[in-house]
Structures are given as C-alpha cells and as structure tokens.
C-alpha cells in the first residue's frame, strides 16, 4: 500500500472518479486541484495550487509515493492555456518528483490524440510513432518525452496511458474502437501501482473492445485484463447516432473529431 497517493485534477470527471475508487491503494489521498473538492474525508488531503506555479506545484508533490496526474487542460484549446497546464504544468510536476524526499511512481494521463493522425485502418502498438492531431495531442507527446527523460535520468518510473474515450458508456461508433469504461481505468491504474518494476512504458487506455484499433501486447507485464467491451453498446449507437460518412475524421482517424479542428486563438 501507498503512504500517500496525489491525484492531480481531482475535480475533473476522471480525477473524481479516481477520489472515489482508489481509497484502498493508500493511507492517505491527497486531492489536488485548482477549485472545487468540497470537504475532505478523514483519509484525504486537499490542496489547491494551479499547475503553472512551481513552488505550489514542488510543495503539493512533496512526500507523495504514488502520483496520478489527471490535472491540466484536458481538451483542444489556445496555446497559452495548454502551455501553463500541460507543458510548465507537467515540467513543474516531475521537478518536484525530483526533488521530493519521496521518489514517486507516476500514472500520466496521455491521450490518443497523441497518434490522432494514424488513420483507423491501421493498427498501432508502443512503438508506433506519433502523430498529434493538435495542439492538445502535442502537449501529450511533449509529456511523454518528458516521462522518458525523467525516467532515464532520475528512475522515476511513468506510465504514459493514451487515454481513448473513457466515458460511462460509448456514445458514438468511434467510441466502439476507443471506449475505456472508468472500471478498467481503476483497474489499470492499479495494475499499475502493484507491478513490482513498471519502467516507463506506453499503455493504451481503451477496453476489451472487439472492435480496438490499439495493441498492448508490450505491456502484459503489468497484467491488466480490461473486462469491459463496448460492443455492448453497439446496437444503441446503431440505432441512435448517424454513422459519419466515409470522409469525415470521424471516420477516417484515431484522433476523430480532433483532426477537423483549426488552431484555437485566444
């Protein structure tokens, strides 16, 4: 078990349902987040710092042994806003895991827009190089470097999972390749955490999809089985939601929608 757990984001849609179901990876979860956590339970601490100011961000990682970092801007948007959250952000975030009294194990929540622009006929596993469809999916790759880097250097050991659509249910037919049920991301975050050497591997973050377009062959080591298949959900996206037309992005790449977008302006 984890002395203490920091789940950055914790306000977010997937930092909240991390407070809610990791309770039992650690003795104490501290929340981090800009606004809004309400009261602390009595196994939680809350701290409020934006990503963007070091010194915060250094003090609210300090004694933490296990971190999941769900915080940041978490869609497309102008460079400025990505830069504060999820370049000096995430830069602010390993240099206190440096510097900490406590060498952490880090979950950083990548994206599939990382490889948005592989087209879904094919294929992609770890090795598969990347390919951002936007400003969004290059901060992701820029964060993975970065995990690499600090790795290498310093151990600390990353997972990178590319997150696809992790959502309560697929709602269109791309999410039936992409889905992640929040069930198989506990899952997977505590696969993590329990494997006794992780390194810094890539991970895919999508469900037991029969439908998937992402190979995690590479990593087995950590011994993540997601249960979960969207396929479940085929017959009411069917007969809900308009298949896109064999043109569209939707269609036609991993990071669907993303890859239409232009560059945000502030």
């Not at 977010?12 to 650690?26: H, I, M, N, V």
């Not at 599939?112 to 990347?130: C, Y």
């Not at 290498?152 to 990178?160: L, N, V």
């Not at 992005?249 to 669907?256: I, N, Q, R």
Request: hydrophobic share 35%; net charge negative; aromatic share 8%.
């Amino acid at each position: 078990m984890l002395k203490k757990l920091l789940i950055t984001g914790a306000n977010g849609q997937l930092g909240a349902e991390c407070r809610a179901k990791l309770k039992p990876l650690a003795e104490t979860i501290r929340l981090g987040a800009r606004h809004g956590l309400g009261e602390a339970a009595p196994h939680e601490e809350i701290v409020y710092c934006d990503l963007g100011d070091k010194v915060a961000v250094e003090a609210m990682v300090e004694g933490c042994d296990g971190i999941v970092h769900m915080g940041g801007q978490a869609i497309e948007a102008p460079w400025d806003t990505i830069r504060n959250a999820n370049i000096d952000g995430l830069f602010n975030l390993y240099e206190g895991a440096r510097k900490s009294s406590v060498k952490p194990r880090i979950v950083f929540a990548s994206s599939n827009h990382a490889i948005g622009f592989h087209r879904q006929t094919e294929r992609l596993d770890a090795k598969s190089p990347t390919r951002p469809d936007g400003l969004y999916g290059v901060s992701k790759v820029f964060g993975e470097g970065l995990a690499s880097m600090y790795h290498d250097k310093f151990g600390i050991e990353t997972a990178s999972v590319r997150i696809g659509s992790c959502t309560p249910e697929p709602d269109n037919h791309r999410a039936l390749s992409t889905w992640l049920s929040y069930d198989d991301l506990i899952r997977l975050i505590v696969c993590i955490f329990n494997v006794p050497r992780l390194g810094c591997p890539i991970i895919y973050g999508a469900s037991n999809n029969d439908a998937g377009l992402w190979d995690n062959r590479e990593v087995g080591y950590i011994g993540w089985q997601p249960r979960d298949n969207a396929e479940a959900f085929r017959e009411k996206i069917e007969a809900s939601v308009p298949r896109p037309s064999g043109d569209d992005v939707l269609a036609l790449y991993h990071g669907g929608a993303f890859c239409g977008h232009d560059i945000h302006e502030d």
